[in-house]
């Protein structure tokens, strides 16, 4: 049995642990409010954005605009959406195996240091790596997102893709790859945001006005949705970044709160043992004399 | 049949309420909207959309964004929208001086921030109107 003196010394040190968990568990756990609060209010306006952009995609021809138009696929541009930090349990882990899965030809644009570590260790064809703050803004996300439409329309990548962890609830992360462009199949796109949403459109059949006219307006219309859309899709990622976190602290902190039972008890144990040993000790002595 | 209109910026749902009928600001004029009105999609600009329901009328100031008509149902995806009752004319004024204050003192500003002040301004300007329209 170890002496107590070490058991102390492990329960100390078990104790601190647990201390820091505790503060970085309340930490992303305000973090956390914000950032889901923040994601969840973005939801309708993009949802709206979609449902309008798809009235106006069933009016149009595809040809109209590059982004709806499909062309091979040669170079696969992808956004990975990480954190800067770890400690969030399996949050990056889980989307660097989706990036692993990827066996053709892809650029990488990433946002997060985690992310951006891992493409380089992994000697993955990267980019550019943006850096955004806690609160994200959305000009941040602009940069990126004009960035990698310019290198689109210049044909060095053939689709946007963007790979981060979908916000699903606190405890419910999901790694998901989601193409954002080419918006070919537009129609079934804003069929699904909108079941997620619990709500189906009645379409208007009528022959539908638009000023000044429906090129213009598509031309305004598809860049402001990709920047909103890559915008959304990094505010869920932060929301699961501190939900994640939120859950790995708590688990730890609660792992050190067993330990320290355990260690506790075992230090008792072990006192209790060295007293009753003493007093064996000198009872022995006194019959002997 | 009365319409239904929805407001919708980044931040947040603006305003949802049946109305009678709404004026909005776009790209060529404004364009009021009653029951019954035409399918319609258009670029919204910065300005003042009024909305009448029975005998009220509530202004908003809206910036930026676009708005749908779909058979009596009005969307309006604005980049910014704040009701009369919610502008701080004061906070609105210092905001527009430290805007213009930084655009001049910035030569070479990046774009981007320089877009971004441009729309302050604009939009500080919308709101100041509608607040003070009564004067």
């Known amino acids: ?289 | 049949m009365p319409l239904t209109l929805e407001i919708v910026t980044p931040e947040a749902k603006v305003y949802s309420d049946t109305i009678d009928s709404v004026v909005i600001p776009t790209l060529e004029g404004e364009v009021g909207i009653l029951p019954g009105h035409i399918p319609l999609l258009t670029k919204v600009e910065d300005g003042e959309l009024r909305v009448t329901k029975g005998n009220q009328t509530l202004h908003l100031a809206v910036g930026g964004g676009f708005a749908e008509i779909d058979g009596d149902k009005v969307s309006v995806l604005a980049e910014r929208a704040i009701t009369e009752e919610q502008i701080d004319e004061k906070a609105v004024e210092e905001a527009l001086k430290r805007a213009e204050q930084a655009m001049r003192d910035a030569k070479h500003l990046d774009p981007n921030e320089f877009e971004h002040l441009q729309n302050m301004v604009r939009f500080a300007g919308v709101q100041l109107a509608v607040k003070r329209r009564r004067r």
Request: glycine fraction near 4%; include cysteine; proline fraction near 4%.
């Open chain 1, 1 to 289: 049995m170890a002496s107590t003196r070490d058991i102390r010394r492990r329960i100390k040190s078990v104790k601190n642990t647990r201390q820091i968990t505790k503060a970085m568990e309340l930490v992303a756990a305000s973090k956390m409010k914000k950032a889901q609060q923040a994601a969840l209010a973005g939801r309708p306006y993009t949802q709206l954005m979609a449902s309008m952009l798809a009235t106006l995609a069933h009016r149009v021809e595809e040809s109209q605009h590059p982004f709806l138009v499909e062309r091979p696929v040669r170079t696969r541009g992808i956004l990975l959406v990480t954190t800067d930090k770890g400690l969030c349990g399996p949050l990056n882990a889980n989307l660097f195996k989706l990036v692993t899965d990827i066996k053709s030809p892809a650029k990488f644009y990433v946002v997060g240091r985690k992310g951006a570590q891992f493409i380089s260790r992994t000697k993955r064809d990267m980019v550019a790596d943006f850096q955004v703050t806690d609160r994200v803004a959305f000009n941040e996300v602009k940069v990126a997102a004009e960035f990698m439409v310019k290198h689109f329309l210049e044909g060095i990548i053939d689709t946007i893709e963007v790979i981060y962890p979908r916000f699903k609830n606190t405890l419910v992360q999901e790694p998901t790859l989601r193409p954002v462009l080419p918006l070919a199949n537009l129609q079934e796109f804003v069929g699904h945001a909108q079941a997620e949403a619990g709500h189906a459109k009645t379409a208007d059949t009528r022959e539908m006005l638009f000023e000044p006219n429906a090129q213009e307006v598509l031309e305004a219309l598809l860049p402001f949705y990709v920047n909103r859309h890559l915008y959304q899709l990094v505010l869920s990622a932060k929301a699961s970044e501190h939900s994640a976190r939120m859950v790995a602290m708590k688990t730890a902190k609660d792992n050190a709160t067993k330990l320290l039972g355990d260690l506790t008890l075992e230090y008792n144990k072990a006192r209790q043992a060295a007293i009753t040993q003493e007093i064996l000790e000198i009872a022995a002595a006194s019959f002997a004399a």
